[in-house]
């Protein structure tokens, strides 16, 4: 076997990080962030806050390293815990949203806007915005399916391994978050039926 890193499996370098070998768990890093940080944003849309995440989501995969059983890709397991992570998250969000609201109105100036001004936007960033904002309406298990095939280009397989579900039922979800995303970005009077 080499003594670089970079050329063992995702199975050794398992192995290696069960025994605590720092380059292991290094080299399992710098294979896996950029695809857990993509992953997660996608999810999220909050580039901070998917900073925040794929931290937690490599020391909650590190953790638990010895539950890893190498029967499945490396990249399977950690976006299966990147994607819970992103879960979390969405409830404490709507806890600390539900606080927020519940603030009196004297504070509401204290609140700073999250709406970007339009002077400072170009049509890109407006139509990528709305696009983002729609994806963002979808119900969690759409929007993780449409994320995850979509975005991510995760295979039809993987994506059931992932969320524990059926192929079918990937397909099922697929179809219905295209065709509720449309929907959500229909402009009326271009054929959008509105009810």
Request: glycine share 4%; net charge positive; proline share 4%.
């Given at each position: 076997?080499?003594a670089d890193?970079s050329?063992?499996s995702d199975t050794?370098?398992?192995?290696?990080a069960?025994?605590?070998r720092e380059?292991?768990y290094?080299?399992?890093?710098?294979?896996y962030?950029?695809l857990?940080?993509?992953?997660?944003?996608?999810?999220?849309?909050?580039a901070?806050e998917?900073?925040?995440?794929t931290?937690e989501a490599f020391?909650?995969?590190?953790?638990?390293?010895?539950?890893?059983?190498?029967?499945?890709?490396?990249?399977?397991?950690?976006?299966?815990?990147a994607?819970n992570?992103c879960r979390?998250?969405a409830?404490r969000?709507?806890v600390?949203a539900?606080f927020?609201r519940a603030l009196?109105i004297?504070?509401?100036?204290?609140?700073a806007?999250d709406?970007p001004?339009p002077?400072?936007?170009?049509?890109?960033?407006i139509?990528?915005a709305r696009?983002?904002?729609a994806?963002?309406?979808?119900p969690r298990n759409?929007?993780?399916?449409?994320?995850?095939r979509g975005?991510?280009e995760?295979s039809q397989?993987?994506?059931?391994?992932?969320?524990?579900?059926?192929e079918k039922t990937?397909?099922?979800?697929?179809?219905?978050?295209?065709?509720r995303l449309?929907?959500?970005?229909?402009?009326?009077?271009?054929g959008?039926?509105?009810?």
């Amino acid at each position: 076997m080499s003594a670089d890193p970079s050329q063992w499996s995702d199975t050794d370098l398992a192995a290696f990080a069960r025994a605590g070998r720092e380059d292991a768990y290094r080299e399992l890093l710098n294979r896996y962030k950029a695809l857990v940080y993509r992953l997660i944003v996608r999810q999220i849309g909050d580039a901070e806050e998917a900073m925040d995440l794929t931290q937690e989501a490599f020391v909650a995969a590190f953790a638990a390293i010895d539950r890893y059983d190498g029967e499945r890709p490396f990249r399977i397991w950690i976006s299966r815990i990147a994607i819970n992570k992103c879960r979390d998250w969405a409830r404490r969000r709507k806890v600390r949203a539900f606080f927020a609201r519940a603030l009196p109105i004297e504070s509401a100036y204290d609140i700073a806007s999250d709406t970007p001004l339009p002077d400072t936007q170009t049509d890109d960033r407006i139509e990528l915005a709305r696009v983002r904002a729609a994806i963002a309406r979808l119900p969690r298990n759409l929007r993780e399916i449409l994320v995850l095939r979509g975005v991510e280009e995760v295979s039809q397989a993987e994506a059931a391994a992932l969320l524990s579900v059926s192929e079918k039922t990937v397909e099922t979800r697929l179809y219905r978050a295209r065709a509720r995303l449309r929907q959500l970005l229909a402009v009326p009077g271009e054929g959008a039926s509105y009810r």
